[in-house]
């Protein structure tokens, strides 16, 4: 069965740039269709998609978020990563990493989560 | 975007009920509809993708219903591990978009 575990610094400061991986066990991520995705949720708030990614290295991004963010892939080293630039406080959220299904783009296997927060 | 709107936001249940939660579409969105449990400090957990298809290893008490619009969650005969916050999403086109989640407390 997969598992996810992101991985990266939890305290960023403002105007910085947010950095995560995600590691992938129990299966390849170059060896399906299906997609790799971001996902956050601020503290006490609901789900907010950021994007996904493919092996093959494409990507899409939420527009609301386009402009700062970048997820890329490295079928090397089995993990996929998330940047986003110039964050400030409304950025602190648990960010979740997680498999989309390439049909229904359900979400269908998580990381645990890591809360990152934007403080000075 | 298409807006995804759930409905009640929060919800007071006793063991053995059953509920109902409803989701509701900004456009025709056919089947493209999951459904996610979500425990405090926990990441969510899909039930059901494609409206009503039940992921495996989930309980058969979870029920989803309906396409187009108008879609439902039912949760049969309650039992204490199921008092969560439940999302509904939808897959019919990029960005995917969720509901704002509606809390299932113990009466």
Known sequence: ?120 | DIQMTQSPSSLSASVGERVTITCRAGQNINNYLNWYQQKPGKAPKLLIYAASTLQSGVSSRFRGGGSGTDFTLTINSLQPEDFATYYCQQGFRTPITFGQGTRLEIK
């Open chain 1, 1 to 120: 069965q997969l598992q996810l575990q992101e991985s990266g610094p939890r305290l960023v400061r403002p105007s910085e740039t947010l950095s995560l991986t995600c590691t992938v066990s129990g299966g390849s991520i170059s060896s399906t269709n299906d997609y790799w995705g971001w996902i956050r949720q601020p503290p006490g708030k609901g789900l907010e998609w950021i994007g996904r990614t493919h092996y093959s290295g494409s990507a899409y991004y939420n527009p609301s978020l386009k402009s700062r963010v970048t997820i890329s892939v490295d079928t090397s080293k089995n993990q996929f990563s998330l940047k986003l630039t110039s964050v400030t406080a409304a950025d602190t959220a648990v960010y979740y990493c997680a498999t989309v299904s390439f049909k229904e783009l359900s979400l269908d296997y998580w990381g645990q989560g890591a809360l990152v927060t934007v403080s000075s």
